[in-house]
Antibody, heavy 116, light 112 residues
Framework: QLLESGGGLVQPGGSLRLSCTAS?????????????LNWVRQAPGKGLEWVSA???????YYAGSVKGRFTISKDFSKSTLYLQMNSLSAEDTAIYYC???????WGQGTLVTVSS | DIVMTQTPLFLSVTPGQSASISCKSS???????????LYWYLQKAGQPPRLLIH???NRFSGVPDRFSGSGSGTDFTLELSRVEAEDVGVYYC?????????FGQGTKVEIK
């Protein structure tokens, strides 16, 4: 129901932008009006780590591990959630999921691999 | 940050039997609106997590009544009754009372 894209292989120190949209029109229309939109990641073989959330268009929250390097944003005209990731390191290698509100609806995830 | 501690980390359950998972938080999960922001998720292999229980004890849409949540303040429990083969996976608790939201370490459940 949510579709992430933009993952791939990037070198340490590099940048990547992830996107999240809805697969269904109704959900797409509601997506930008969600109370909260989130990014959650899961490193290979590890548990879940909440990364970031956005409420409205300007109220943002970040995990300490990504603060100052990642930026969450929304484009209402495109009904798309973004995660701009800068200064990537191997520790950022993970599947990145977008999730709606209190993580009620999740995407399938997109894999980010940081390696030289 | 609020630390979420799950126990046990591994459970082996006989089909038809019951099991419980504990989740303890380092701070109260009661928000100023009076609601308690404690959630339970199940992640099956190769899939994204799926919400089971929201705000301690409310089953999400489509979740069987074999799953139930209870607790208050800092101490919470997920009960699995009449366990079925499809219940295998890793169960996580989550607090979203304050950022950064934090998950428990996960409890892996297998069926004997």
């Amino acid at each position: 129901q949510l579709l992430e894209s933009g993952g791939g292989l990037v070198q340490p120190g590099g940048s990547l932008r992830l996107s999240c949209t809805a697969s269904e029109l109704t959900l797409s229309r509601n997506l930008m009006n969600s109370d909260l939109l989130n990014w959650v990641r899961q490193a290979p073989g590890k548990g879940l780590e909440w990364v970031s959330a956005i409420r409205g268009s300007a109220e943002t929250y970040y995990a300490g591990s990504v603060k100052g390097r990642f930026t969450i944003s929304k484009d209402f005209s495109k009904s798309t959630l973004y995660l701009q990731m800068n200064s990537l390191s191997a520790e950022d290698t993970a599947i990145y999921y977008c999730a709606k509100d209190r993580l009620e609806i999740w995407g399938q995830g997109t894999l980010v691999t940081v390696s030289s | 940050d609020i630390v979420m501690t799950q126990t046990p980390l591994f459970l082996s359950v006989t089909p038809g039997q019951s099991a419980s998972i504990s989740c303890k938080s380092s701070q109260s999960l009661v928000f100023s609106d009076g609601k308690t922001y404690l959630y339970w998720y199940l992640q099956k292999a190769g899939q994204p997590p799926r919400l089971l229980i929201h705000q301690v004890s409310n089953r999400f849409s489509g979740v069987p009544d074999r799953f139930s949540g209870s607790g208050s303040g800092t101490d919470f429990t997920l009960e699995l009754s009449r366990v079925e083969a499809e219940d295998v996976g890793v169960y996580y608790c989550l607090q979203s009372v304050q950022p950064p939201w934090t998950f428990g370490q996960g409890t892996k459940v297998e069926i004997k």
